[in-house]
C-alpha cells in the first residue's frame, strides 16, 4: 500500500509561483513513477508531469511545458511540482499518483493522493 499526501496548494495572483509537494509513504519497488494531475471543475482529469524515482527521466504536458517543472528527492519520498508564471487556466484541484511506470494516463496509476486545490487569480 502506498500512501501519497499533497500539500502546497494555495490561492496566487497570475504570473505568480506556488511548488507543491507530494510525500510518499510505504513506496514500494513496483511503484517506480510519480504523476501529477489536475482536474478543473466540469472537466476531467488531466495529466501533467510525472518523473521516476530510479532515474529522474521526467514527462510534462505541453500546456505546462516551460512552466512547470517535477523533481523528487529519493532520500525524503517526496516529489515537488514547482509551478511558475501560473495562469487563471491553471486553477484545479492537483492530485499525485503512483504508477509502475512512466506514464501520461490516469488509469496507469494504482494510488491517488486527496489532492491540493490551487487556484489562480486574474
Known amino acids: 500500500q502506498v500512501q501519497l499526501v499533497e500539500s502546497g496548494g494555495g490561492l496566487v495572483q497570475a504570473e505568480g509561483s506556488l511548488r507543491l509537494s507530494c510525500a510518499a509513504s510505504?513506496?514500494?519497488?513496483?511503484?517506480?513513477?510519480m504523476g501529477w494531475f489536475r482536474q478543473a471543475q466540469g472537466k476531467e482529469r488531466e495529466f501533467v508531469a510525472a518523473?521516476?524515482?530510479?532515474?529522474?527521466?521526467?514527462l510534462s504536458a505541453d500546456a505546462v511545458a516551460g512552466r512547470f517543472t517535477i523533481s523528487r528527492d529519493n532520500a525524503k519520498s517526496t516529489v515537488y511540482l514547482q509551478m511558475n508564471s501560473l495562469k487563471p487556466e491553471d486553477t484545479a484541484v492537483y492530485y499525485c499518483a503512483a504508477a509502475p511506470n512512466l506514464s501520461t494516463t490516469t488509469r496507469q496509476y494504482d494510488y491517488w493522493g486527496q489532492g491540493t486545490q490551487v487556484t489562480v487569480s486574474s
Open positions: 510505504g513506496r514500494t519497488f513496483s511503484n517506480d513513477a
Open positions: 518523473i521516476t524515482w530510479s532515474s529522474g527521466i521526467s
